[in-house]
């Protein structure tokens, strides 16, 4: 096996072990390799994968590498899949693609841009592990909402400029999420704080 060969064997080990995902500027210190060498073999290596013979691809989300089965093999590996299924609705579509570009910001930010209430949706949202939120040294100290790990994770995105495609799932389309939370700069917490509800919840 040639040096070069072995190189790319080991970032495509290195990319797979990464549960979490992982930073070509980590591969790099870890292969002994300089960035830009790195990159280069990276692009090879999704080249590799991005043929009709592979139903695995390396995508880049949230600046992190990660194995993702092609979106066209998706009805076969949901067979078998042991995460389960929830629907986003519509109006929690809404709210999250308002925290996503406009975040951080407070309940009562989210719901001036919407125009009505957005507390059972903040606090959906929130045990589904897409969003998270801190206190805020605002006066009253309400919540400051942000979108969380798990929301590029699900979505695939690699920044917010994919936000309209990558949110183009309303209808009640179902997405796969473990419910787990996730930290966003402070524990996320799953309850909604009452002193941050402004007006009754509605829809």
Not at 63 to 75: C, V
Not at 137 to 166: A, C, H, M, N, W
């Amino acid at each position: 096996m040639s040096d070069e060969l072995s190189r790319k064997a080991a970032i495509e080990a290195l990319i797979f072990s990464a549960r979490n995902g992982i930073e070509p500027r980590k591969i790099a210190s870890i292969v002994g390799m300089k960035l830009n060498q790195v990159t280069l073999l990276l692009e090879e290596i999704e080249s590799d994968y991005a043929t009709s013979e592979h139903g695995v691809m390396i995508k880049s989300v949230n600046g992190k590498l990660r194995f993702y089965t092609k979106p066209e093999l998706q009805n076969y590996v949901s067979q078998i899949s042991t995460r389960p299924i929830v629907s986003i609705t519509d109006t929690q579509m809404e709210a999250l693609a308002i925290v996503a570009i406009k975040g951080p910001l407070t309940k009562n930010d989210v719901e001036l841009i919407r125009g009505r209430s957005t507390q059972n949706q903040l606090l959906e949202l929130s045990k589904m592990g897409l969003i998270g939120k801190r206190k805020s040294k605002l006066p009253g100290r309400p919540y400051l909402y942000k979108t969380t790990k798990k929301f590029y994770d699900l979505f695939q995105l690699e920044d917010l400029s994919e936000i309209v495609q990558g949110l183009s799932l309303g209808g009640g389309e179902k997405v796969e999420t473990t419910g787990d939370t996730v930290p966003a700069d402070g524990p996320v917490q799953e309850e909604i704080d009452t002193g941050d509800t402004g007006r009754q919840s509605q829809d």
